[in-house]
């Protein structure tokens, strides 16, 4: 079982950045892939960005040109660097990991004002 923990959310308004911070902890276990997944209210979760062990990101072509993701291995953390936000951003955020089972953090809120 991985224990995600969850950082960087807040308010900004449009046009703004905000960077996400996602820690991994646990003993014995293995990540196969990191990633960020955001739910809105009233609509599904839905993937933000998403990279393997071996380097590979892949995000939806909606967010590819304003959002980046990174991962530290050594450390077990994956970075979300989000550009020139926007009011359809704002959701709750979350952490994924992919392990022996699928595991997700608590969720960091993000809001962005027009």
């Known amino acids: 079982q991985v224990h995600l923990v969850e950082s960087g959310g807040g308010l900004v308004q449009a046009g703004g950045s905000l960077r996400l911070v996602c820690t991994a902890s646990?003993?014995?276990?293995?990540?196969?892939?990191m990633g960020w997944y955001r739910q809105a209210p009233g609509k599904q979760r839905e993937l933000v960005a998403i990279k393997g062990s071996g380097g590979n990101a892949q995000y939806p072509d909606s967010m590819k040109d304003r959002f980046t993701i990174s991962t530290d291995n050594a450390k077990n953390t994956v970075f979300l660097q989000m550009n020139n936000l926007k009011p359809e951003d704002t959701a709750v955020y979350y952490c994924?990991?992919?392990?022996?089972?699928?595991?997700w953090g608590q969720g960091t809120q993000v809001i962005v004002s027009s």
């Open positions: 646990g003993s014995g276990f293995r990540i196969a892939a």
């Open positions: 994924y990991a992919r392990s022996t089972f699928d595991s």
